[in-house]
């Protein structure tokens, strides 16, 4: 009786990310387009049948409980294990033969730890990031024969990809002569800088000028938000360095699972979004102004001193610019006293 998940190199308890973690893995590996070792097209089928059956709910639970044998007697026609490849991650191997061209599904997170790599960056706007989208591109490179060939990439990235995520295609790069080894190839996602929006993991910071009106009296605000128009309300009186969280409506979080077992999308999960109310205060206020506002919020005008007993104050500047100059000066410190010792 065939061991499923010993064949995915699992523990009996692996759920449906680690099953498909190590299919992927194990399904790169010995793909009899890539590994022309006997016994690869045979491996390659076990991974391939150990996947259909563990990634589908009730077929996996039909083999914990009864087993492979009774299993494959229900089984219907027999899978394809090149169709399941290539509907999974968008790979075609004999295409990357015919036409040089490589397609993949996804970046991950997983950092690269080539010794000598070419590194690619795909430059990615926060639009792009936050919907999802599709690059394509060419790589040059120097061959062991000294030729120069080019390569096209496919790739899809997922929405919620993060900057950093890459792929590492295996001696992918340019061949060195002096060390007679060829670079492994690193495409790696590059963010752009968005002119409204910071990102800070899955969560999405965004400033807003608010009048000192507003911030008394409440204020809707209404504005894109990449796919959709957003109306928020404050009611409450906003102080001067106020955060406000909007929950669900920041990055999406981006899933490792492409569908449900019923074949439909899942329900993506998102970060939060923060409002950073930046309060203006009025340059100047006549005399007029000024007494209104003492009447509206209850204070009393003061009795003029004399001449003699005013000193005059000056603006400085603002306090963070302090807070930040107070950092530098530390860090600066910090690095002096690591190059003494």
Known sequence: MKDLYSILDLPTNANISEIKKSYRKLAFAYHPDKNKEE?????????????????????????????????????????????????????????????????????????????????????????????????????????RNGRISSTKYVINIKAGSQDGENIVVKDGGNYLPDLQITEDLVIQVKQLDHELYERRGDDLYREFPISLSDALTGLTLRFTHFTEELTIQIKEIVKPNSLYQVFGKGMPIKSDSPTLSDGSLPVMDKGNLFLDLKILFPEYLDDTQKDYLRQILGSEKADEPSDSLVTQAYYYKDKSEVVKELLNEAEEEESVGCLQQ
Do not use: W
């Not at 150990?50 to 026609?77: C, V, W």
């Not at 004999?94 to 790599?117: C, G, Q, V, W």
């Open 39 to 143: 016994g690869s097209q045979k491996r390659f089928q076990d991974i391939s049948e150990a996947y259909a059956i563990l990634s589908h709910p009730e077929k996996k639970r039909m083999y914990d409980q009864f087993g492979y044998d009774t299993l494959s007697e229900s089984n219907g026609d027999p899978i394809n294990p090149i169709e399941l490849f290539q509907s999974l991650f968008n790979v075609d191997f004999t295409r990357e033969m015919t036409s040089n061209i490589f397609y993949f599904s996804d970046l991950t997170r997983s950092p690269f730890s080539a010794n000598h790599k070419m590194v690619h960056e795909v430059a990615c706007t926060l639009d792009e990031l936050y919907q999802g989208t599709q690059k394509e591109f060419a790589i040059q490179r120097k061959e």
